[in-house]
């Protein structure tokens, strides 16, 4: 299997040679931070076409087939668009954070983004603390949502902006709880550690019944965090046109829209990361040659695959049920996710002292 | 019911009879037609019904007085008045008193005259094309009933809506509105404390221009109502003039009518289908019922030339004669529809996040139902046997099988589920009629110029959404002197706005869609 951490190393000594240590280490900030966005970029391209393309078989239609082959072009010319539309300044917003609000989204989503590990060592961001600090920075997407509804002095985005909050705030919990769940079983908050674990064995096969609680749990909190259908009530569009994004047009509006399609992304990867072995192929134990069979085919694609099959699972739900109401979204965490979701973490906590896991 | 007797009644007595009336158990008042007599006065007419024996009485009432007519309101007695007083207020100028809500309804707040009215001056000095907002009533007129003929001074009393609580706009331009509604609210966090809903945003007067066109220039007009009933619409006007003149149809013309308002009704009622779906968030269904709604478009538009507005049906027939096709292509949409049914049930009718956010949502019970006049899958889905199909047969009705669908709960879930199970009865109907189309001519011949008799004349149909009811006073023009369309989705309003109060504001879209009103026909 190729190691990227070899590649890297040999980068870093070469940046390290030819120039002073301090250089050294803003260069390698630059090119880390450009291959993240070019990464960023380029998923959220394929996720929107992806969208676009699953959305259309399941409604027994086409898709985008103008725009380039099989409409391969149609996303960059939606982006296109969307760059020369004119950024309209609205009535008595607060101007300040009114801009600032797509940024925030837009940074989070990008921090979150730079700690998933696409191979092994291709990851941006790895340290101890990595789980807990991808729930940090993915929180700090709600402030960005809040400003965004608080500052464009509409009502409608106002309702939407309260809905985020209260609906985001609290999904929050009970994603975190399954998460820890997981961390309970690995032992371990560093993401490379916990993919490096699933070479033997998938977590969530390792985990059994508490892993796979916590895997649904996770899905479900993870959908209303990305404000996805049966989710979407922040932006419903027959209640509240678009909700806390109504007022803003153009990239502003393009980054609230980039941002959601790469948080499902996100959640999907880190799903993949610490249920479902991250890169590492699929092991079952007995059988050698499998095994070795798997191993042939790169981390990096293990790890797409198995998220984009988690993101086309969000979008099937997502382009089946129709969205709930918002005292139904709270009943659903705080009466039966969140018991559920701290049962569960007892559960596994038992499960591993007895040492009754795989 | 085609040639009315009007009973008139002294003003004095006026509220005292239609007292009496209600406890003799009219509980359905049909429509409030405002009258212009010139001579003999202002005043309305009262279709009343009742519900359960099915007898009918119309009563009259007038006043000479011109400058402020007055009449008691019965907006207490039948809370769909309430809406239909506001319109005869707006259109003649009538002042019910008593009526604790007396704004008009479909023109301006700033409006000179009433146009209704025989005197009325159309000129455009007197109301130029405004370019700037109506300003927004703000008060609550109530008119108190007074010993002394002078009236009480407009008591502005209760604010419609107070400007602590949060309020938002839900319209005229809005994606759930289906039209240009506008619904005023006023919020406590997620919940609606009052709905003020104010219509007329596509008013064009139909009424008052009816009474300028000859009788088969009027029929164009009908498809604009409920342009998601054209049909049935046309077929309320049509047969209340050919019933005045006498006119005798050829088998083959009913059951083409009968045919056509059918197909007319699956269209409408996967349509809304459809837009419940949309509205709930679940676009698929949408995609769903629209792919089987196309078929039936194709099929009409291969008949009569068009999609939306067809202009098909004419005094003594229709237009044209149905294509070679026609019965093939009807059959293979019926087999195939009642296959397709089953996907909407499993997609989205049995799901649960739906049936947990309709059941129970906007009930509205049967006694409000019928109080309300909310006739059509609205009535039906609280357990009023209101379909005119079965009330008074019209067309090949009484001659094919078909059964009343009732539900009794009267919420959200019920009323979508009396349009489905309404589509598979449909269905039924033109399976019967479908292959037994009788030979002959599709269109009797009549008279280069149509005159009516002199009389009042009424005749009403099973549009897709409630019953669609004309009313024609003629005095033997060629134009008729009065015509009055009964606006399926009025009373509809009427009811919404009472089973809107305190629900969610996503409870207010679900309600919305399960009414399934079209604009054009409440605005006329």
Redesign the interface.
Known sequence: MIDFSSIVTAVDCFLESAMPHQLAIVVKCILAAVCALVAYLSFAILMIYMERKVCASFQCRLGPTRVGKWGLLQVFSDVFKMIIKEIIEIKDSDRILYNLAPFLVVMSSIITFSCLPFARGLQVLDFNIGIFFIMAASSFGILGILLAGWSSSNKFSMIGAMRSGGQMISYELSMGLSILTLVVLSGTMQISEITEMQTKGWFIFRGHIPAVIAFIIYLIAGNAETNRAPFDLPEAESELTAGFHTEYSGMGFGFFYVAEFMNMFIIAGIATTIFLGGWAPLYIPGLEGFNHAMCYIPGSIWFIGKTLFIVWVLMWIRWTFPRLRIDQVLVLEWKFLVPIGLINLLIMTICVVMGWTF | MTEMEVKFIELDEFRNAMQRERERGMDFLREIVGMDWGEEGLGAIYILENSNTRENTEIGVRTTEREKPQIPTVSDIWQVAELYEREVFDFFGIEFTGHHDLRRLFLRNDWVGHPLRKDYDASETLNPVRLESEPAEEFQREYDIQDDKEMAKIVEKLKILHYDQ???NIGPQ???THGVLHFHLA?EG?EVRKVDIRCGYIHRGIEKMCESRTYPQILPFCDRLDYLSAHQNRHAVCMCIEKALGLELTDRTQYIRTIMDELQRIDSHLLMYSCM?????????F??GF?EREKILDIMEEVTGGRLIQNYYVIGGVQADITANFARKVKEYCNDQKMRIKEYYD??VN?V??R??SIGVGVLTREDAISFGATGGTGRASGWACDVRKRYPYAMYDKVEFKEILHTDGDCYARLLVRLEEILESIHIIEQLIDNIPEGEYKVKTKPIIKLPEGRFSASVEGTRGEFGVFIESHGDKSPYRLKFRPTGLPLIAAAHKIMKRC????L?TIGASLDYVIPDIDR
């Open positions: 949060f309020i938002i809005h994606p759930a919020l997620e779906a949309m509205d709930m968030g679940a676009i698929t269904g995609i769903y792919r997609l989205f799901n996040i739906f947990n956010r969610k504001i996503a409870d879209i």
